[in-house]
């Protein structure tokens, strides 16, 4: 059973930072690509990053103050959240796809989800 589980969310201030992690279990990471999601109230689901071993992908949005990692010792995706504005306020969400795809963004391709660890940016 894959089971994806995020922490790391909380409340900071605009140009703060935090850092997200995500533990899974039940799944082999070289046959997967991993990628971070967000949804904010009353939007879709978006993409803002994606690992693997070979590539890492972001979203224009996020580009130059995230930054998205990986290590398969311990099964942990992270995301490293700089320069923090209050549109980054969201809920984010770890995801897993599998065929591995290292040019993987679209929502509906990814069958593993975790629940959800939210970001809130004050203004």
């Known amino acids: 059973q894959v089971q994806l589980v995020e922490s790391g969310g909380g409340l900071v201030q605009t140009g703060g930072s935090l850092r997200l992690s995500c533990v899974s279990s039940?799944?082999?990471?070289?046959?997967?690509?991993m990628a971070w999601f967000r949804q904010a109230p009353g939007k879709e689901r978006e993409f803002v990053a994606s690992?693997?071993?070979?590539?890492?992908n972001y979203a224009d949005s996020v580009k130059g103050r995230f930054t998205i990692s990986g290590d398969y010792t311990i099964y942990t995706v992270s995301l490293e959240m700089n320069s923090l504005k209050p549109e980054d306020t969201a809920v984010y969400y770890c995801?897993?796809?599998?065929?591995?795809?290292?040019?993987?963004?679209?929502?509906?391709?990814?069958?593993?989800w975790g629940k959800g660890t939210l970001v809130t940016v004050s203004s």
């Open positions: 995801a897993a796809h599998s065929p591995y795809d290292p040019t993987a963004r679209d929502v509906h391709g990814f069958q593993y």
């Open positions: 039940g799944l082999r990471y070289s046959h997967y690509t």
């Open positions: 690992w693997s071993s070979s590539s890492t």
